[in-house]
């Protein structure tokens, strides 16, 4: 008896624990077309499942646009001071985590995280952001900010 | 026909063989005939052949470069090396079906082989019949899943002729690149060979249950599955974050990714079995928890089957979104009733004879051991579902991260590493106070001496202010939540105490077993430490494990709460201080990859890295006007970028120089003209992990250990049972 009164308790703490980080550690997760809708500023929440339209600035800020994988009408900027991980490129599938910003229309992203290839789907692309030169290449100068590629 | 056309017409036949297999054991325990018995365990052997040969034939597709097949056209192709090539038969979905139904039939082979000993036995012969019904269900299921799935089915010609426009049979596709890393081919088989092997100690146990003998006699017989299938997993486990380390550029190896976490979630109750299943041979308890961890572990393993290929839950990998994953659900539900129903039906026979009599006991440390890792499980599946629970029950769309799985098993964890040391030191059934203590004593002392080595560390890091949280006025206050938010920070000390603890417990006992024998039977201090270990292998075996996990647990607490990240951009040959640590990295060499040979093109970045004698706190990028001369080189890096023109893939490969107190990693983000207008600059991601290798010795420590206590004892009958 005495064990089951001891396992318990302890298995109560552990719910306990597990309500406490859920409450406090789990943030918010929209899709670009509720995000647009609802404009959480300043709240730190998630961008999921959203498609990368256009990069318009390929670093030091990374600058791009995505939508919903689904649904491309509504397109939200993003705006990173993160190196784009591998995989990043138009087309391909990203989820952010940062905040938005109403003064900047524009969601602030503190991490990014492209879909990462399993076994199990290969996803075709589009372009990369950054591809190696060919040999005998030189680099491209940076587009200035706010101007779009063609 | 085809050689692929046969390859399916095998996996029909073997479908119907399954059927006649398990009708042959229903008829041999109706009739009370043993002749059906053997017949149906000779279908197993013909099973492996056609399951095997249905395998074959999907690898010569992949080996001779079958691409009219669908399958072999999108994980394969012409220039891919002979090893990836064939591993195309796990790369993806549809085979990897296959390839687990190809070890589930070569598991249940073995099983009925080692039969023909175990049926000379009366409770070996009335549970075989059964084993083979269950067997047989769980194996129609997975050839079922196969055959509907079909690797085999060719590519429409239209889709054909889109693809390759003169009408011949197109190159494949490819393997994505990510995956073309000789860890990746190693980790799925071994990964599958544990979690599949769950499916004979769970069919012995059903067995046991259907035939009405509950006695340990399944277990005896099992145990040694269950460790090498339980040590199969780990290693997979392990595998998959060796994977991640050296090939995805994140600098990390484990991210509480539902993925990974599928992984885990059978090994958490497997191992609370393995441990369980020792109480009810020493002292006939557990018996109904006993069942009930076994029925839990296969589920999971149906349950991460089930989670990797049905898109139930969101990850940053991609999962398969059809509806094959959902063909899982019945299964899972036939399983759980059918496992409820026996235990409720059989649960007179289940009664074990003794009970737990004292906190100070062997099978109380087991208990909680027990209660530990089931939590584990049951943490980590609702925080993995989440994201799904608070959707379609709350209605709110939330998602949780490291911080939460952090803050939740960092003290499970802990208690288990401690619970890890202090079980070998109780006795069964009671231990003296006075006992225990003297035993825990100087592994104790040990304990508190690394932590008190590790104390300048820690305090020297910023993680003692985590005590304090802003007061909104621009200051500080005491707040103890930040306490548990920060707990992985506390968690560091405590960790390390452990397993030393763990470490000085096992060698304690060591000495202790060799002192007596060298004092009571007159050997040699050189001959007796060789005679306790391979005396007793099991426990020792078991104790190896112990002092592997404790390696592997310093591993990731110093890695996880040490590390530095940085990410920086430097001109060429422009040192810059890495910040907070006495290191500077400098780009020295840049080349092209000519595309010779391999599928791909790209560039190599060489980066010297160098140490100071300080630690510099800011950095000083492009240079920063600071002498470095003096610096030490400590390492060399080579990152890679490379462009895979077919799959439109540009993949960053890391670099990595290892040694036993550090890692230097560099991910290679990209070249662009600086931002001053002067040349070029790169910009990059450097880690430097301390003691990622221990984790990986760690492990090396576990595989050891697992075989080391599966191996059968010297002088002692190495049948099944005795």
Known sequence: MKFAVIGAIFLGSIGVLLWISVAQGSIKRYSVTEMLEKRPSGEECRVDNSKILKIIKPGNPLK??????????????????????DNFKEGGQVAMRGVFDNSTNAFHAVELTTKCPTKYEAQ??????????????????????????? | MDVLEFGRELLF?????????????????????????????????????????????????????????????????????????????????????????????????????????????????RIEPYLYMVLSSVIFFFIYMSYSVNPFEEMPLDERLLRSPDGQVPDGHGLNPQLENYWMAIHPPTLYLGLVGFTIPFAFS???????????????????????????????????????????GWGGYWAWDPVENASILPWFVGTAFLHSVMVQERRDMLKVWNIILIIATFFMTIVATYMTRSGVVESVHAFSEGDVGNRFIPFMIGVAIFGSFLIGLRMKYLKGTHKLESFFSREAAFFFNNLILVALCATVYFLSMYGKISHDWLMIREKTGIPVYTMVTTPLFLLLLLLTGLGPQFGWVKTSKSVFFRRVFWPTILGLVACIICLPHWISSDYVPAVMAPDGQ????????????????????????????IVATVGLELYRSVRSRVKGRGETWMDAPLRVVFGNNRRYGGYIVHIGMALLAVGVIWSSNFRVKEEMEIGFQKPAVIPGTPYVVEWVKHEDIPQKGIPYYGEK???????????????????????????????????????????????????????????????????????AGQGES???????????????????????GGIFAALPTPGKRTGLIS
């Open chain 1, 64 to 85: 791009f646009t995505v939508s919903d994988v689904e649904n491309e009408s509504q397109i939200l900027t993003v705006i990173s001071k993160r190196l784009p991980p």
């Open chain 2, 206 to 248: 059903m067995a046991s249950l259907m035939a009405r003998e509950m006695g340990d006699y399944w277990i005896k017989v099992t145990r040694r599955w269950t460790l090498i299938v339980w040590t199969f997993l780990t290693i997979g486990i392990i595998l998959g974050g060796l994977w991640a380390y050296e090939m995805l």
């Open chain 2, 682 to 704: 790169i910009a990059f991601t450097i880690f430097v992990n301390p003691t990622v290798n221990w984790i990986w010795a760690g492990a090396v420590l576990m595989l050891l």
């Open chain 2, 605 to 675: 970045v060489d980066f010297v890295i160098k140490k100071l004698d300080h630690v510099h706190p800011v950095a000083d990028a492009q240079g920063g006007g600071h002498d470095h001369s003096h610096a030490v080189p400590v390492a060399t890096l080579q990152p890679e970028m490379r462009r895979y023109d077919k799959q439109e893939v540009t993949i960053s490969i890391p670099a990595i120089s290892r040694n036993f107190i550090n890692d230097y990693y560099i991910h290679y983000a990209m070249r662009r003209p600086s931002q």
């Open chain 1, 124 to 150: 075709p692309g589009g372009a990369a952001p950054y591809t190696p030169p060919k040999p005998g290449e030189k680099t491209t100068p940076a587009q200035p900010e706010g101007v779009q590629t063609p």
């Open chain 2, 474 to 501: 621009g200051g500080t206050r005491f707040d103890p939540w930040v306490m548990v938010d920060k707990i992985h920070y506390y968690s560091t000390l405590l960790g390390i105490g452990f397993s030393v603890f």
């Open chain 2, 13 to 125: 036949l073997a479908v119907c063989l399954t059927v006649v297999i398990f009708f042959l054991a229903v008829i041999g325990v109706l009739l009370k005939d043993r002749r059906y018995v053997v017949a149906s365990r000779t279908g197993f052997y013909a099973l492996l052949v056609l399951i095997g040969a249905s395998s074959g034939c999907l690898i010569y597709g992949f080996m001779t470069g079958k691409y009219n097949i669908e399958y072999i056209y999108r994980y394969s192709e012409r220039s891919l090396g002979g090893p990836f090539k064939f591993a195309g038969l796990w790369a993806g979905l549809d085979g990897s079906i296959l390839f687990w139904t190809l070890l589930l039939c070569g598991f249940s082979a073995i099983a009925a082989f080692q039969n023909r000993w175990s049926a000379r036995h009366p409770v070996g012969r």
